[in-house]
């Protein structure tokens, strides 16, 4: 069974850091991409970084380029999302997903969200 | 960057009802187009992935069809446990979600 388990969310204040992990199951985490999405409160999704199979070829949103880091560790099967300079604006869920295929396609399987709320 | 623009934005139908759903793209992509489910307090689910092709183990009344710039998704015979949001999203270039289309019953 695939399995995706967020973790690393919380309450940080404007400015700070904050590292996303995703540990993944289930199946062999270095023949897929990888990607990070989030949703805002009463909001839609949007894609915010994805990482090639062998990393390869990282891509982020307009939104969130030069201020976070999408990573992965194929030997521990882990993928993170390093967020650096945080505002307001990206308080959201933040969900790792699974693509289909090795490079960027559809995302096929999806973890529950972590909640990354910033706050003064 | 590639805009997609859904519409409607919000959808009323009654059980039974044919609902159609429209995406369309700021420039052609082809057919790198997919289609996801998102009920409310859930993960998004794959429904439709390059335009046309149904995921393994979702119920045949979805459908998806286009290419290029225009593309449809469609629920032949709607069913209460469809009510949720439908989102399309593109990987041509970079990836970009839609809107979404909130579908309720009527």
């Known amino acids: 069974e695939v399995q995706l388990v967020e973790s690393g969310g919380g309450l940080v204040q404007p400015g700070r850091s904050l590292r996303l992990s995703c540990a993944v199951s289930g199946f062999t985490f270095d023949d897929y991409a990888m990607h990070w999405v989030r949703q805002g409160p009463g909001k839609g999704l949007e894609w915010v970084s994805s990482i090639t199979w062998n990393s390869g070829s990282r891509g982020y949103a307009d939104s969130v380029k030069g201020r976070f880091t999408i990573s992965r560790d194929n030997a521990t099967n882990s993928l993170y999302l390093q967020m650096n300079s945080l505002r307001a604006e990206d308080t959201a869920l933040y969900y790792c997903?699974?693509?289909?295929?090795?490079?960027?396609?559809?995302?096929?399987?999806w973890g529950q969200g972590t909640l990354v709320t910033v706050s003064s | 960057d590639i805009q997609m623009t859904q519409s409607p934005s919000s959808l009323s139908a009654s059980v039974g009802d044919r609902v159609t759903i429209t995406c369309q793209a700021s420039?052609?992509?082809?057919?790198?187009l997919n289609w996801y489910q998102q009920k409310p307090g859930k993960a998004p689910k794959l429904l439709i992935y390059?335009?046309?092709n149904l995921e393994t183990g979702v119920p045949s009344r979805f459908s998806g069809s286009g290419s290029g710039t225009d593309f449809t998704f469609t629920i032949s015979s709607l069913q209460p446990e469809d009510i949720a949001t439908y989102y399309c999203q593109q990987y041509d270039n970079s990836i970009t979600f839609g809107q979404g289309t909130r579908l309720e019953i009527k």
């Open positions: 997903a699974k693509d289909a295929q090795a490079e960027a396609s559809s995302f096929d399987y």
């Open positions: 420039q052609d992509i082809s057919d790198y």
């Open positions: 390059d335009a046309s």
